[in-house]
């Protein structure tokens, strides 16, 4: 499936997100900063421009994931967990870059720093009622499945 997605520089030095591979599912978004460099002290976080704003069509939303390498080897990764995108927000995309490491990180101008993802999403209507349908878990959570 494919999305025509408009994008605008914000900023004249910032880069155009890119996919890895042809199948990636995730585009790739880069830091747009106003020095060459930004370090992150361990624990703090980070607001890292990317210079982009961009017009997702309606239906769909931009979900901003962490890079695998950036967060697993780096320890840096979206302090929100997952940046939601909405169609109607035309400001600049901004990840904010959280260190969980113990050492302090630094981010080149132009390093890939968050990967976005489109995908559909659906408009629930919300209907109060006194009871719930009964299922064979009821309220059981936070690992009940995996017991017997």
Known sequence: MKANVKIKKLNAAAKLPTYGTQYAAGADLYACLDAESLTIAPGETAFVHTGLSLEIPEGLVGLVYARSGLASKRGLAPANKV??????????????????????QTLENGERIAQIVFAPYVHADFEQVDALGETQRGEGGFGSTGTK
């Open 83 to 104: 940046g939601v995108v909405d169609s109607d927000y035309r400001g600049e995309i901004i990840v904010t870059l959280h260190n969980h490491s113990l050492s302090p």
